[in-house]
């Protein structure tokens, strides 16, 4: 049995739930807690990627970060730094398809974090990063871990993005779901199987995860 696929799809999403959480815990603390012309919109263009097909997502991150778009011809004439066909595109694809998932676990779960608390704290003469920090953050602790959790599973599903930036090169961009998918197309069913349920499993493991912290938080 061929584990790199697996050792990829890990690290793939361990990068990506690294970058994915801190991003998406700004985010979620913008849209919980701030007031700004066009929110809305913000919001929904943030929460976008969660709809659209993921070869669409991957379409656009083509034209964005390919070689012949502007943000890629930078990177490789002035940074001699090609994104495209390699595992750090893979990162940048599941940071996209998951990002949605964490906003809205962080957004929720902050909102619902007692404002009472927080207003004290500014009677205190405590800054907005010291009440973040001190009081938001540890008090919305499970709903950031749960989406946290979300994400890294979502990471490791991902698919269509990752197949339209980074492509299927064994040993270097071939993740789990892309080996089934090459193991399917090449009859190897054996294989697929076996990756399928390695895949299922810590899907499982995670919802399972997610469901515990919820049933703690309701609790």
């Known amino acids: 049995m061929n584990w790199s696929p697996m050792y990829l799809s890990i690290k793939v999403a361990s990068y990506s739930t ?57 990177l490789i004439e002035r940074l001699n730094i090609n994104l495209i066909f390699t595992w750090k595109a893979a990162v940048i694809a599941s940071i996209i398809v998951s990002l949605p998932l964490m906003i809205r676990s962080v957004q929720s779960s902050i909102e619902s974090v ?19 920090f001190r009081i ?18 979502r990471s490791m599903g991902e698919f269509g993005a990752t197949l339209m930036v980074a492509g299927n090169i064994p040993g270097k961009t071939q993740t789990l779901s892309i080996a089934i998918y090459d193991a399917v197309q090449g009859g190897k069913y054996e294989q697929a199987n076996f990756l399928v349920l390695l895949i299922s499993s810590i899907t499982i493991i995670a919802l399972l995860f997610i469901n515990k912290i919820n049933m703690e938080r309701k609790g």
Do not use: N
């Open 18 to 74: 690294l970058f994915t959480a801190i991003i998406g815990i700004l985010i979620g603390w913008v849209l919980a807690k701030c007031k700004f012309y066009g929110k809305s919109v913000f919001s929904a263009l943030v929460t976008l990627p969660m709809v659209l097909p993921p070869t669409v997502l991957g379409y656009y991150l083509l034209i964005t970060i390919g070689r012949q778009s502007f943000i890629g011809k930078i």
């Open 136 to 153: 938001t953050l540890p008090l919305a602790w499970k709903g950031i871990v749960g989406g946290i959790v979300l994400a890294f599973a």
């Open 114 to 132: 007692d404002t009472t608390l927080e207003d004290v704290a500014r009677t205190l003469g405590k800054s907005e990063l010291s009440i973040f």
